[in-house]
């Protein structure tokens, strides 16, 4: 028997910026879930298709200008 080797790649990713941002955004940022979290932070998970379409919603934070606190992939198993 064979085995097929799994690889791991993000299946999608969790941004954490400075502030509360209204749940409107969240089709301004493609459908991510925010999050308000207690500490301040809001936290937009999801996921992000391609390193393209994670670079287009990183400026949009910037062009917010608010902080832009972490970026973490999520990843999942593919195989």
Do not use: N
Request: hydrophobic content about 35%.
């Amino acid at each position: 028997m064979t085995e097929v080797a799994k690889r791991v790649v993000p299946g999608g990713y969790r941004l954490r910026v400075g502030g509360h941002l209204p749940g409107c955004w969240e089709t301004w940022f493609d459908g991510l879930t925010l999050t308000r979290e207690e500490d301040g932070t809001t936290s937009l998970c999801g996921p992000v298709p391609d390193q393209a379409a994670l670079h287009g919603l990183l400026a949009r934070i910037r062009d917010l200008g608010v902080p832009l606190i972490s970026v973490e992939a999520v990843y999942t198993q593919q195989g």
